[in-house]
């Protein structure tokens, strides 16, 4: 039987490119049948951000310096490029950029329940396609409920920050590897690849490593 190829993707759910480039990957994984095994762990865009979030595209041009012409360009290359892989960006004015430690606390608990990859894709949905607040830790339940997961149970490991410490600590690991942008992928615990880089790349890494290990 033929190992499972490790992928740890170091993200954050307030990244657009991280979902595009999960997406891209998961295709590009099901194209060449790649046996797999995920690990997502946690990055934080926003550690400053303070309780009621930005609004996203003032973050977005005060944070890299872009024009409202290129943030409307980016959004719209966003939008396509979801669209062919089967996600939904719903951009508006008034889409906001939150901080998103207790987020990565609670996909921390999840994974102790094997349902991590599920939370994931349901926060990116609720902050890409819903609008939802992530700062808001009932909302965060709430997506947690949704999902099947315990609803009660998500607000107490909020309420009490069990998983700060350990969510910090992993953050700092990955900070020390030398990450400093999302998406972050990590193939066979030895090759990074950074940033969306598209199915046909993906898989094109896919097959180079195929070819590597037998």
């Excluded at 934080?44 to 012409?69: D, V, W």
């Amino acid at each position: 039987m033929t190992t499972p190829l490790r992928i740890d993707i170091v993200s954050d759910v307030m990244c657009p490119w991280c979902i595009i480039g999960y997406r891209q990957l998961a295709q590009a994984l099901e194209a060449t049948a790649t046996a797999h095994d995920i690990h997502w762990h946690p990055f934080e865009l926003n550690p400053e951000m303070p309780p009621e979030g930005q609004n996203t595209r003032e973050h977005i041009i005060e944070k890299y310096g872009s024009t409202p012409e290129h943030s409307a360009q980016s959004r719209a290359q966003m939008t396509k490029l979801g669209a062919d892989l089967g996600f939904d960006f719903r951009f508006t004015e008034d889409m906001r950029m939150h901080n998103t430690f207790n987020a990565h606390q609670m996909l921390h608990w999840a994974d102790k329940q094997g349902r991590k990859n599920d939370l994931k894709m349901a926060l990116f949905t609720a902050h890409f396609t819903e609008g939802r607040n992530l700062s808001d830790v009932t909302v965060l339940a709430d997506v947690a409920g949704e999902i099947g997961l315990d609803r009660a149970e998500a607000l107490a490991v909020l309420d009490d920050q069990r998983f700060a410490s350990d969510v910090r600590q992993e953050q700092n690991f990955w900070i020390q590897q030398g990450i400093r942008g999302v998406p972050a992928m990590v193939f066979d615990q030895k090759h990074l690849v950074t940033g969306a880089q598209g199915v046909e790349n993906y898989t094109k890494i896919l097959a180079q490593l195929t070819k590597e290990t037998t």
